[in-house]
T-cell receptor
Framework: DQQVKQNSPSLSVQEGRISILNCDYT??????FLWYKKYPAEGPTFLIS?????DKNEDGRFTVFLNKSAKHLSLHIVPSQPGDSAVYFC??????????FGAGTRLFVKA | NAGVTQTPKFQVLKTGQSMTLQCAQD?????MYWYRQDPGMGLRLIYY???????DKGEVPNGYNVSRLNKREFSLRLESAAPSQTSVYFC?????????FGQGTRLTVV
């Protein structure tokens, strides 16, 4: 039973356009949400996060939106660049420690 | 600036063999984690340790044991390896916010 779901295995976007990656969760006890980026043969690296008491957090080209009533969050990348091509994982944390990841979405940014 | 260091990077085991994956972090983090990554499954939590001296099961703990040796080190042991444990294993550590991951261990059980 997946508590964190990323229903799109892949996404292809033209360079300069917006990339929107989506994530749904089922556990209402999650209080902190994170996005990680992963390149092949490397460990995931942290990208951006949001607390459950907020609905938006922005860091440069990256913005995360949280809709608690819908148990949905999204990552917006504007403008998308070829170097953004990677696998993006959504993650949710409960109680400060236990962090559950989604299956990931592979983003392709075409030049 | 090592961060999270995992050893070994690659390993091939025969079914039934045992081995221990080692992980160490130098960021003075309280929490440490072991994940496995399989195609289409994302990262699944095997075990975690919220602080030195404590360990808890994650989503897929069966077939694994862990030891939080001290604040720096968190090891994962496979007592009797099975082909279903073929995967890429990641160790991570965290403070109050994001986790930092090691480079991964690619394990193949034949």
């Amino acid at each position: 039973d997946q508590q964190v779901k990323q229903n799109s295995p892949s996404l292809s976007v033209q360079e300069g356009r917006i990339s929107i990656l989506n994530c749904d969760y089922t556990n209402s006890m999650f209080d902190y949400f994170l996005w990680y980026k992963k390149y092949p043969a490397e460990g995931p690296t942290f990208l951006i996060s949001i607390s459950s008491i907020k609905d938006k957090n922005e860091d440069g080209r990256f913005t995360v939106f949280l809709n608690k009533s819908a148990k949905h969050l999204s990552l917006h990348i504007v403008p998308s660049q070829p170097g953004d091509s990677a696998v993006y994982f959504c993650a949710a944390r409960e109680g400060g420690f236990k962090t559950i990841f989604g299956a990931g979405t592979r983003l392709f940014v075409k030049a | 600036n090592a961060g999270v260091t995992q050893t070994p990077k690659f390993q091939v085991l025969k079914t039934g063999q045992s081995m221990t994956l080692q992980c160490a972090q130098d960021m003075n983090h309280n929490s440490m984690y072991w994940y496995r990554q399989d195609p289409g499954m994302g990262l699944r939590l095997i075990y975690y340790s919220a602080s030195e001296g404590t360990t808890d099961k994650g989503e897929v703990p069966n077939g694994y044991n862990v030891s939080r040796l001290n604040k720096r080190e968190f090891s994962l042991r496979l007592e009797s390896a099975a082909p279903s444990q073929t995967s890429v294993y990641f160790c991570a550590s965290s403070g109050f916010t994001e986790a930092f991951f090691g480079q991964g261990t690619r394990l193949t059980v034949v």
